[in-house]
């Protein structure tokens, strides 16, 4: 019974924010929203010599710099004072580790509970192997400078009106190709895709923006050189940077584990394709502003969970694996869904269609989040078999565990069913 409750007072919040947004959204900004916000950027770029992550054939260190690298942290603060805080690091993953020492000095030196701290990385494969035992050194630099920037987020905090929009750039193209011989890593442009970028803009309270958060979902490996390099996903956020002085852009990779950027393997298509999708940003922002029914101001309350299911193996000797599932509600006008390890892009596309287009709220999935390494297919993927299905054995029911817990946590998040919090 209270679930029904909790449900139905859901749907009513879902409908009454809607309704406002509707009556509200005429371009103009809002009196007050309840929002802070605050920004912060360090470089993490070597400074000494390092093994590359991504591509298992280098062997040689990095020789030397192409574009800085970069963690961003950007803290958001709702009226009732919950904090969020979201990290975005141009490194191949979040690992284990590194997620587990920044989640514990964050709660521990800035109040933030592990719910509440999103961990992405844009998967740039000209990043350092900073897992290595030989990389300690930068380990210990790299946790303890995530740490710091939360710190400094947290301190920048400041009166914000936050909005989410969206538009779309084109250069993902799956690479699982049907053959005689099974599904082979190529160029398939039949394949499904996730073209979408979402933004999330961050502004003042005079409207002068802050910061802005995008997305897309697609393997960042254009280049695989031995330089440090963001790829396009760099690119982009140095471009938009550079067009927008002042302006802190983030990057969240999405489900793109199936996906990777053509055409490839030249440095100046990881330029195009950075310009594309910061131009696609661009668009997103701009029809927010001429077509204001594009963009949703986004009201509070923020709710913030996290937990693990447990995702089994054919082998019955092998231990469930503890998959981590993370969502963010910005009321009811956005739905943040941060999923674990390399995930394919049909997890993006259902959880939109089940969550969003069926409710009536935007969804956004992202992929590389909290954990790392290894391919989380889906069920159709799996059954295919190929380079993202054969990496462990999942047992095919993982799909539906991980979509099964992603409801749960979008209903436990539901501003209606947390009244009391």
Sequence with gaps: MKTMQAIRRCFWV????????????????????????????????????????????????????????????LAIEDDRGHRAVLLTMDLIGVSDALRSVVADRVRTQHGIEPASLLMNASHTHCGPAYTRDDAREYFDWLSSTLVDIVGQAIADLQPARLSYSHARCGFAMNRRTPTERGYRNHPNPEGPVDHSVPVLSVSDADGQRRAVVFGYACHTTTMGFLRWLGDYAGYAQEYFEQDHPGVTAMFVAGCGADQ??????????????????????????????????????????????????????????????????????????????????????????????????????????????????????????????????????????????????????????????????
């Design 260 to 421: 990777n950027p053509y055409p490839r393997r030249e440095l100046k298509y990881a330029q195009y394709h950075g310009r594309a999708l910061a131009t696609a940003v661009e668009a997103a922002l701009e029809i927010g502003q001429t077509t204001p029914r594009h963009q949703h101001p986004l009201q509070g309350p923020l709710h913030a969970v996290m937990e693990t299911v447990d995702l089994s193996f054919t082998d019955p000797d092998r231990p469930d694996h503890a998959y981590p599932v993370q969502v963010w509600r910005f009321g009811d006008g956005l739905t943040l869904v941060a999923l674990g390890n390399e995930v394919v892009v049909d997890y993006s596309l259902r959880l939109k269609e089940e969550l969003g287009h069926a409710r009536g709220t935007a969804v956004w999935v992202a992929g590389y989040s909290n954990a790392y390494p290894g391919y989380i297919p889906s069920r159709r993927v799996l059954l295919e078999g190929g380079y993202e299905a054969d990496s462990r054995p999942w047992d095919p029911d993982l799909e539906e565990r991980i979509v099964a817990k992603v409801h749960e946590l979008f209903q436990r998040a539901c501003p209606a069913a947390n009244l009391h919090d």
């Design 14 to 73: 879902t409908i009454w924010g809607l309704a406002t947004l509707a009556l509200a959204d005429d371009g103009q900004p809002s009196a007050s929203t309840g929002w802070q916000a605050g920004v912060a950027t360090a470089k993490i770029t070597p400074d000494e010599p390092m093994y590359m992550a991504g591509y298992a054939a280098r062997k040689e260190q990095a020789e030397g710099t192409e574009q800085d690298l970069f963690a961003k942290a």
